[in-house]
């Protein structure tokens, strides 16, 4: 069965700066569409950023654009979600999912197939 498994998570003060990892094991991320989503308690869950495999394109929500930066290293079958300039406002769970065959709005959640277990991500001082 696919797998992914975040790491990186942890508490940081505003301002600071995360970088949260997606491994996958059983499979080739480079077949899939990536997408990053948190959800924070009492929220639903919202996309943060995506990477879609086949156009080679990504999509950023606005709240994080110009802070979040994805990437994908096919080398380590890994993708990343590069966090500067936190605020609080950004604490939450953050998972990271795949889907074979995304739509034309590829960063929605409920069209992922495969989830991690998520990471929780604390912005406080």
């Known amino acids: 069965q696919l797998q992914l498994v975040e790491s990186g998570g942890g508490l940081v003060q505003p301002g600071g700066s995360l970088r949260l990892s997606c491994a996958a094991s059983r499979f080739i991320l480079d077949d899939y569409t990536i997408g990053w989503f948190r959800q924070a308690p009492g929220k639903e869950r919202e996309g943060v950023s995506c990477?879609?495999?086949?156009?080679?394109?990504?999509s950023t929500a606005d709240s994080v654009k110009g802070r979040f930066t994805v990437s994908k290293d096919d080398a380590k079958n890994t993708v990343y979600l590069q966090m500067n300039s936190l605020k609080p406002e950004d604490t939450a769970v953050y998972y990271c999912a795949a889907v074979l065959r995304p739509t034309r709005y590829y960063c929605l959640w409920d069209q992922y197939d495969y989830w991690g277990q998520g990471t929780q991500v604390t912005v406080s001082s």
């Open positions: 990477i879609n495999t086949q156009t080679r394109s990504t």
